[in-house]
């Protein structure tokens, strides 16, 4: 056991190491200056959003092409090739399911907390998060969920928000796909300074004064000895960053600099029994008690903890340890395609845009070439050139002629067809090229393509989700991740309050009542805990298949010709299987009253008054016999077939020998009176 000495000691150790040093303003000037220095990839991918909504011409080229007299066309073929990849993701979408990380025993925690997390999805709209991360995941190469705590008390406490990409900056020598070896992550957002200052009170002055870059201050009339405003304000001049990328006076705006940032720490942490550690809290009494009995022992370990700080351009705002128990941070990146060299993200439209440019570059060529005229004149045929010009561009032209132009003179105007056939076979060739640089078959996207077969048209499906699986490799790593944090939040809040969770067996199985942080006496007097939340250790997985409605009425249609093929004993007990796998709101009410006539058991029912099998082995038993009954029944009927089958050849032949020997009668009877021989296989 240790000593009263030894625990104030570790205590006094522990305090002083375990949150880590506050971030400075110089080491959130160098973050910037990293932030700076980064590939400029963000251009690409706002371009390659643009093209997705159809902004696909710039200004320069409107121009140039308005100078030629081509109208502007734009074709938006990135569009529905990107938007066929979106509804494949919905379409396909797994539910997020609780499982005991390493003990059995956490079995019935997992299943309680699988409901939790359930509601949590549903109330979070975690579902809509993770959909709009991956769109941005798919067009521009990464897109952000940030899961955290609500803080309107009137709605649900958590939330799952997408967060677009021009507000997210990252450590960029981090080498792991949920960033967890960043030593930063800093969210840019603007704010009204009237909406910042009601989050931060106690810096109201400062930030209605920095907002209007400090206009109305006058530190003699304010009395600057109580507010402290005039060392605020001298802090900016030795701020390296411009004014105009923090703060905007006209509209009373201003940067806020959200920095989660990563500090190493040295400190104590507990070994319990069977290999698990925990963090050491010296305010903690289990924790002390623990180490007083000498079930744990504390141990000195070297990790990392999380921080974060709010700044105002060079204001700190806040600075305090993570409020999150997970110890990670709480953006999730949905990375999609990533340059070997540089680790610049990028999606599918980046490799499309050139072809893109191409299709509407020939479409306006087309069109131009459908209305272009080529002149050829002598010198002197025209007097005007300019108003020839325009006059040749008319469908109903006049031009006259000098009547002083030179004898022999030629006037000619030619249209080249021939090279518009040739633009339109170069256009069908890049619309194909779009989808196959993206690896977007026609298959997929619902059209018409060469294959007719339907093993062909899955194979091309096929072939276009092996295209896509790095990327839903990705995410589906990520929204593994939003799930984690978003159970974590649930523990975390859950405490050690005891609490009661109803598991629904959505009327095939009986609801079950879990009892979570159940406190439960020994004989001896100690009070110990049953299915213990925190201590339970829990991951997130995702379902091994969808839920959504077609795969459900894929799903039912196989239950439906599986009981069809066993036997009717079979049947009878698999019926109520077959209604509740129906997207039927009165599913529950019709098995209840099937049960209820035909006499079959309720699930949770001890007794069985009618001989129906009450256990999964039971059933399972009931199953085989009937199946076996069934294949001994097959199997004579196939043998009584089979002796049949025997049979009629047997009586075949035997008519066969007779009707010979009656040829032979006739072709002798015929010989004898001196006439011909019957032909072969001829009837008499």
Not at 127 to 143: C, F, T, W
Not at 501 to 522: C, E, F, P, W
Not at 632 to 638: I, R
């Amino acid at each position: 056991m240790a000593s009263a000495s030894e625990l104030d000691e570790n205590k006094t150790a522990a305090v002083a190491d375990r949150h880590g040093e506050p971030l400075s303003r110089q080491e959130l000037a160098g973050f910037l200056d990293e932030m700076r220095d980064q590939p400029n990839w963000r251009r690409e991918a706002n371009k390659a959003c643009d093209y997705y909504d159809g902004n696909q011409l710039d200004a320069k080229t409107l121009a140039d092409m308005a100078e030629l007299g081509m109208a502007p066309i734009i074709e938006n073929l990135i569009g529905p090739t990107i938007d066929a990849v979106l509804g494949l993701e919905v379409k396909t979408r797994l539910d997020w399911q609780v499982k005991a990380a390493k003990d059995k025993r956490d079995k019935e925690v997992a299943e309680a907390m699988n409901v939790r997390l359930s509601e949590a999805e549903r109330e979070s709209k975690a579902d809509r998060a993770n959909s709009e991360a991956y769109a941005g995941q798919v067009k521009a190469g990464i897109g952000w969920v940030e899961v955290s705590r609500e803080i309107d008390p009137f709605k649900y406490p958590y939330r799952c928000t997408a967060v677009h990409r021009n507000e997210m900056w990252w450590d960029w020598r981090a080498k792991e796909p949920d960033l967890s070896d960043a030593r930063y992550i800093v969210r840019r957002r603007r704010h009204e300074a009237e909406v910042l200052a009601l989050g931060f009170p106690e810096h109201a002055e400062l930030i209605k004064y920095a907002a209007a870059d400090w206009l109305d201050f006058d530190p003699v009339l304010i009395g600057d000895e109580v507010t402290g405003l005039a060392m605020s304000q001298e802090a900016e001049r030795g701020w390296g960053i411009h004014d105009s990328d923090w703060r905007d006076s006209v509209h009373r705006r201003v940067m806020v600099y959200e920095v989660w940032y990563r500090r190493w720490v040295r400190a104590k942490v507990l070994k319990v029994a069977g290999g698990g550690s925990m963090e050491y809290d010296p305010d903690n009494k289990r924790h002390n008690a623990a180490v007083a009995a000498g079930v744990a022992t504390l141990e000195d370990a070297i990790f990392s903890k999380i921080r974060v700080a709010w700044f105002m351009g060079p204001h700190k705002l806040l600075d305090m340890p993570s409020p999150y128990s997970h110890g990670r941070y709480p953006y999730v990146p949905f990375f999609g395609k990533r340059e070997d060299l540089t680790g610049v993200p990028y999606g599918l439209i980046r490799p499309q845009i050139p072809m893109q440019d191409e299709v509407n570059a020939r479409n306006s060529k087309m069109v131009w070439l459908l209305s272009a005229k080529r002149v050829t004149a002598t010198k002197g045929m025209v007097k005007d050139k300019n108003r020839a010009r325009s006059e040749v561009a008319r469908p109903d032209a006049w031009i006259e002629l000098e009547p002083d132009a030179p004898p022999g003179g030629v006037f000619r105007v030619e249209s080249d067809f021939a090279l518009n056939a040739q633009q339109y076979q170069a256009l069908i060739d890049k619309r194909e090229s779009i989808k196959n640089v993206g690896g977007i078959y026609n298959a997929m996207m619902g059209q018409d393509g060469k294959s007719t077969s339907g093993i062909a048209i899955n194979s091309l499906v096929e072939q276009s989700n092996q295209t896509l699986a790095d990327i839903n490799d990705n995410a589906r790593f990520s929204r593994s991740q939003v799930g984690d944090l978003l159970l974590s939040l649930v523990i975390e809040d859950m405490g050690d309050s005891e609490q009661e969770v109803v598991v629904d067996g959505g009327g095939l199985k009986a609801a079950k009542t879990i009892l979570l942080n159940g406190r439960t006496t020994a004989e001896n007097g100690m009070e110990f805990r049953t299915n213990n939340v925190q201590m339970a250790k829990l991951k997130v997985v995702l379902a091994d298949t969808p839920s959504t409605p077609s795969y459900r009425a894929q799903r039912a249609m196989r239950r439906v010709e599986l009981v069809k093929s066993l036997p009717p004993q079979a049947q009878l007990l698999l019926l109520d299987f077959v209604i509740a796998g129906e997207d039927d709101p009165d599913s529950e009410a019709m098995i209840e009253r099937l049960r209820t006539s035909l006499n079959l058991p309720t699930p949770g029912d001890e007794q069985d008054p009618n001989g129906m099998p009450q256990t999964p082995q039971q059933l399972q038993q009931v199953i085989g016999e009937a199946v076996q009954q069934a294949l001994q029944q097959a199997g004579v009927e196939f043998r009584d077939r089979e002796i049949s089958i025997k049979e009629r050849d047997a009586e075949t032949r035997r008519i066969a020998v007779d009707q010979d020997g009656e040829h032979k009668v006739l072709d002798l009877a015929m010989r004898n009176a001196g006439g011909n021989q019957l032909p072969a296989g001829a009837m008499p």
